[in-house]
């Protein structure tokens, strides 16, 4: 969940980290966030405004597909499919990191995603392809 705030928004610092990670639905203590953040090699440069931000380091860049696997075994719950749409019910705060995810693989069935708190929706080209997908995504699950 950290990794995937820290790539879609500016986060710079532990305190601001807490308020992202308490407005997914996580709610952590800064001993902990100080611990991951240690864990995951995250480094502190600063953006174009001279602002401080965490980022990932290059070497922690994964395999798209090996990300979705992981994030979908831990926090999916449930996939479906109707019509054109998959719906992926995961949990508390999880559905962006989903998203995310989702969007990085480039798969051809999928032309995007929305994400909530704990629900993700990717839309497919037709029904087709959506039933398709659900079942390569439910397989994730397990």
Known sequence: MIASLVSRKRVGTQFELL???ESAGCRVTQ???SRDLRELGLEK???SLGRPRYVLP???RTDPCDALARVLAEFGRRVGAAQNIVVVHSELGSAPAIGRALDRIEH???VGTLAGDDTC???ARDAKDAR???SELKA???
Do not use: G, N, Y
């Open 121 to 123: 929706l990717v839309v």
């Open 108 to 110: 051809p069935r999928i």
């Open 31 to 33: 001993a902990t966030v």
């Open 140 to 142: 994730l699950l397990d």
């Open 132 to 134: 398709a997908l659900a």
């Open 19 to 21: 308020a992202a990670l």
């Open 45 to 47: 440069t600063h953006d």
């Open 58 to 60: 290059e070497a922690r």
